[in-house]
């Protein structure tokens, strides 16, 4: 059975966002990412795994290193979701703005 992970889930973890945000700025190995954090290597190499099973990283082998790589690809896909909610709250928080300017006046 193959383990599917949730990409939202993924990303509540504060590590996980902070090694998408390293990863975002440049391609990294494991090792330089694991540098940036206090964590044991082994605890930032089961974030990575995770990341990568939701597909935000990618991994490519160039000779002995690993480095990985953001998933512009999935990340579209992420935001695309989200968008319509995006505009929903938007136009609910410009009415809740023209009730309240209105209530100032």
Known sequence: MELRRDVFQAIAD???????????????TPGAI????????Q???????V??????LRQEQNGREIHYY???VKFKEISDFIEPFRK???????KL?????KYKS
Do not use: G, Y
């Open 14 to 28: 504060p590590t996980r966002r902070a090694i998408l945000t390293l990863v975002a700025l440049q391609a990294m």
């Open 34 to 41: 694991a540098a940036q954090f206090d964590s044991s290597r």
């Open 43 to 49: 605890t930032i190499s089961r974030h990575i795994q």
């Open 51 to 56: 990341l990568t099973e939701c597909e935000l």
């Open 70 to 72: 953001i998933n512009a």
């Open 88 to 94: 929903l709250w938007d136009d609910r928080f410009n």
């Open 97 to 101: 703005e023209a009730v309240m300017k």
